[in-house]
């Protein structure tokens, strides 16, 4: 079989899954596409109402199908907490959420069962990590972080502002904090550039999920077999890399401004971007 | 004659645009009426593209004159900046731009004929200010604040990091101002919100022009020989106020958080705001 990959995110910051995701697939079948789809002409999501959200996010994931994606990740936040019902009704292929396997991720390493939550206002505001928290009997402070996805796109990643901001918000996450989280959840695909910042601000003991990478994890677990069982054997072929999976970008907005943007969250240059219309 | 008065900004803060024109419509012709469309489900515009920006001003445009507006007021500065020639091409009526009388504020108070120009990623990056000035015989330095709108939406408007942010903003400006600029332009309909701010960090003797202030001046300029000339006399009437023009409000995305965060920039509440659905 060969497998088209389709990411989904309403801008830059669904990179973040797709840069985890490459790594998981080289060295495997040969013709692996993945598809990434920004939709940067109607973005941010965050601050947008659940109607309008799901509206925006099938018209997108429907765009993805009809270029041949046989698999979807939702690698935006905002997009999982608000519209996953929505999008897998629209879709006829499998469809990974970001919230499911982030909470999953945490489920597997808290020792006190509680969690703090970082995300967009829409995320927190729609209590969609809360809720698949409680489902695997964990309990989640969440705390709503507007601020964050500005200052990363201002590339202030590493500043004296973005630190303060950060303390700020995890203080007051904190303080409200119900028993005693020993688990950060980066609830928002931004969010794993500042990794080091909140490194410096949670308490001792205090671990890190990241729900790019735990999504990632999640998608290679349930695609690696697929690929492995009915992989050639690529290795007697030389001159091409064959296994490297083939990459194409569409977005709803300037192409230009992602490949610029967009280089810092995928960690590598972006040739071809691909500008596309979608149904309002 | 009664005259409809259509005020269009992407989100919230032409707001600010239209509390500046009511003081000025009051007490004048009865049965004036102000329609207010902001295009919230597809904010922000300053940080996407010409194409997509002329399009979603455009059709909001054509709404607010299918609603009876006779006289547009286009508070958006990035649609201003990047869209004023096509919104014009799409109307009949006269279209006021926040960029232009911005720009003529500034003349009529600049000593040095240098000018601050403060505003979005896109209004910055579009040059229209910096062109408007020049007509004029001024110079301008031009400096995009990215931070500013986030922190104004957070309601950070009197906070620390606001302010770090702003010095940070201001000093950068001044750092690469050419001849000594004696006048700061706010080039975003969020930032009368940061007046104070701004304040505490300009060079003694630096002025600020506000263009939501100097857009609704323009518009009274305009209007107010209409309304005066052919206005009944109202004041024998009596139990009612017929003077204070009516207010109909419109969003593209949820009419709840327009509400809430909506009354934060107009200073006073929002009642009834109505939802529509806008071509893509």
């Known amino acids: 079989m060969s497998l088209t990959i389709g990411v989904f995110d309403s801008g830059f910051g669904g990179l973040t899954v797709l840069r985890a ?37 099938v018209s997108s994931v429907e765009f993805l199908q009809q270029q041949g994606a046989d698999f979807l990740v939702i690698a935006c936040n905002t997009a999982s907490a608000l519209a996953l019902d929505d999008i897998r009704a629209a879709s006829s292929v499998p469809v990974l959420g970001v919230i499911e396997t982030g ?58 502002v973005t630190d303060e901001v950060v303390r700020i918000y995890l203080g007051e996450a904190l ?11 980066l ?3 931004h969010y794993p550039l500042l990794r080091q910042v909140f490194a410096r601000h949670i308490p001792a003991g205090m671990k890190i999920v990241d729900s790019a990478d735990a999504t990632a994890a999640r998608a290679a677990e349930l695609l690696l077999p697929l690929l492995t069982a009915s992989a050639p054997t ?47």
């Open 175 to 185: 303080a409200s904090a119900k028993n005693a989280p020993d688990t950060l959840l």
């Open 187 to 189: 609830g928002c695909t």
């Open 21 to 57: 995701i490459l790594p998981r697939l080289e060295g495997k079948l040969a013709g692996t596409r993945c598809l990434y789809l920004g939709d940067t002409a109607r973005l941010p999501y965050g601050s947008k109402s659940r109607e309008t959200i799901s509206r925006y996010a």
């Open 234 to 280: 690529v290795s007697s072929l030389t001159g091409v890399s064959l296994t490297a999976p083939s990459l194409d970008f569409y977005v709803t907005d300037s192409p230009t401004q992602f490949q610029q943007l967009g280089s810092r969250f995928l960690g590598r240059p972006i040739d071809d971007v691909t500008h596309v219309a979608l149904p309002e």
């Open 103 to 160: 909470a999953a991720a945490v489920a597997s390493i808290s020792q006190t069962m509680s969690a703090l939550v970082l995300g967009t206002a829409a995320t927190i505001a729609s209590h969609a990590y809360s809720s698949a928290l409680s489902h695997l009997g964990l309990q989640a402070t969440e705390k709503a972080c507007p601020l964050l996805v500005p200052l990363v796109e201002e590339g202030w990643t590493d500043h004296p």
